[in-house]
């Protein structure tokens, strides 16, 4: 028997969220008139069930309430008798627009988690610890962002071993934009430089560019000054030359840095999900959320963002704010991306995505329940602005979208030293901190052994502590050094929030 096959036989075909639920989960390919066991309840199916998809509990009437993860869903849209296949032909979204939050009932509590003990790190000078000691070249402006994509892989053949990598980030913007769309892609290029990732950073400029690199260099943070280099393509000289001297002189400077001992309050970690199934909210994600709650009992961070993937959980993660200010603000973050897709002539619940539909997830209420999962019951200590850093121990929630590589690039830019990435689907990209890959089920581990770096799927049959345990080891040695698999292909990206008109 093969390794999916044995794990098959020790899990169940089905699951239930939520003692409150309405609906089971299939775990398996179920056909029409199987016979299934849900919490003690068992009851015979009306049509075929395909693995994630969900089923009727109870009957529901067109228009009432179908609830998962203990939490409304959305309503039906037409009868749903017990049995039946819950899906996007009677099942649709409750989410309008905008609406008004109360800070009434907050309860950030205290986390009762274990704390994570110890990883090795590199410190920096001005007391934050790295995951990685890198050399990161960005261009201000698409002009050079082939430049530095070519001097960064020369240079990583040229000093091979020196430092962990050499990795040049190209992105297509920096000229061509105005007011807040410029200002958008200035800051978070600004707060990439300030990463404690990136010993060093060469920034390279065209020079006629609309992001100027004094404008950019005046705002990265006063401590992250000294690792910079600048440059000007359009000077006179072999640019490429020049670019090479400025990562020379930098590898010489890093090379002798060594990790030691660093405490788990040092760990920023960015929580992502992406190309997610209906067991994304089952097992992987849960059990970053079991991580998150360790991390914020030890005094990390945590960085929450994909806002529209909270639209219709709210409740869930706002109440958690250790402030009325907090509160407010996140409040305030909501209901800003909503009319910004209301504005743009969109629904607010304009997702799940084609793919995420497939592995089951019907509405954005059922894929935002999940998705919030991520951050645990840890406090929401703050709320910062695209291009923004966390500073507060806990859980800091980030503007910007759901889209991966612009989610992802903006979790480093706010300080992530490594993002734990959920996926049900798969996705091979990486971002500028290790990324590590987190499947929600064990097909997709064993599938795509290249792209995938834990299997959450194993909590099944393994159980959700046991797993959650060495996935919190795994977790660490990661951060120690152990390499991604994204790492070690190479997979390596930054994307800028583009909000404006294009010149």
């Not at 989960?25 to 068992?42: E, P």
């Not at 190309?275 to 030890?298: E, F, H, K, W």
Request: contains cysteine.
């Amino acid at each position: 028997m093969n390794e999916e096959g044995a794990l098959r036989t020790l899990m169940p075909d089905c699951w239930r969220c939520h003692d409150a639920d309405t609906v089971g989960i299939a775990l398996i390919d179920l056909a029409a008139g199987n016979v299934v066991t849900v919490a003690g309840q068992r009851l015979s199916l009306q049509d075929a069930i395909p693995s994630g998809h969900k089923f009727a509990l109870v009957d529901h009437s067109a228009g009432e309430p179908v609830v998962r993860y203990g939490e409304p869903i959305g309503r039906a849209t037409a009868s749903i008798v017990v049995g039946a296949h819950v899906h996007s032909h009677n099942l649709a979204t409750a989410l309008a627009g905008e609406q008004s939050y109360a800070a009434s009932d907050l309860a950030p509590g205290e986390v009762m988690a274990k704390p994570l003990g110890q990883w090795l790190g590199y410190r920096r000078a001005d007391g934050r610890y790295a995951t990685r000691n890198e050399i990161w070249l960005l261009p201000t402006v698409g002009c050079v962002a082939p430049l530095v994509e070519l001097v960064a892989r020369e240079a990583q053949v040229r000093h091979a071993g020196k430092v962990d990598a050499i990795v040049g980030f190209g992105h297509p913007h920096g000229c061509s934009q105005l007011g807040d769309d410029l200002a958008g892609t200035r800051a978070v290029l600004a707060a990439l430089c300030d990463n404690p990732n990136a010993g060093g950073v060469v920034l390279v400029g065209l020079g006629c560019e609309s992001n100027q690199l004094d404008d950019l260099v005046a705002l990265v943070p006063e401590r992250s000054r000294l690792k910079l280099r600048v440059m000007r393509a359009q000077d006179p000289g072999d640019e490429m030359a020049r670019a090479m001297a400025m990562v020379d002189e930098l590898v010489e400077e890093l090379a002798p840095l060594r990790r030691g001992p660093a405490p788990a309050s040092a760990l920023t970690v960015g929580l992502k999900c992406g190309g997610s199934d209906a067991l994304s909210g089952l097992t992987a994600n849960p059990m970053l959320g079991r991580l998150s709650d360790r991390v914020a009992a030890s005094g990390g961070k945590l960085i929450l963002t994909e806002i529209p993937e909270i639209f219709g959980a709210e409740d869930a993660l706002l109440g958690r704010a250790t402030s009325d200010r907090v509160f407010e603000a996140a409040g305030m973050l909501l209901n800003r991306f909503k009319r910004y897709f209301l504005d743009q002539g969109e629904p607010v619940s304009e997702n799940p995505s084609p793919g995420n539909i497939a592995g089951g997830i019907t509405t954005l209420e059922e894929k935002s329940l999940g998705a919030v999962q991520k951050a645990g019951k840890a406090p929401l200590a703050d709320v910062i602005h695209y291009g923004g850093t966390a500073s507060e121990p806990g859980v800091t929630l980030l503007e910007a979208p759901g889209n991966d590589a612009v989610s992802s690039t903006a979790l480093a830019a706010a300080g992530a030293t490594v993002i734990l990435f959920t996926t049900g689907r798969g996705t091979p990209l990486g971002f500028p901190v290790p990324t590590v890959k987190v499947s929600s089920n064990t097909a997709l581990a064993l599938s795509k052994a290249g792209w995938i770096d834990f299997d959450a799927g194993c909590a099944l049959a393994d159980g959700a502590e046991a797993v959650s345990d060495r996935f919190s080891d795994y977790v660490l040695e990661v951060a120690s050094g152990r390499m991604t698999a994204a790492e070690r292909s190479g997979q390596r990206v930054i994307s800028v929030w583009k909000r404006g008109v294009t010149l």
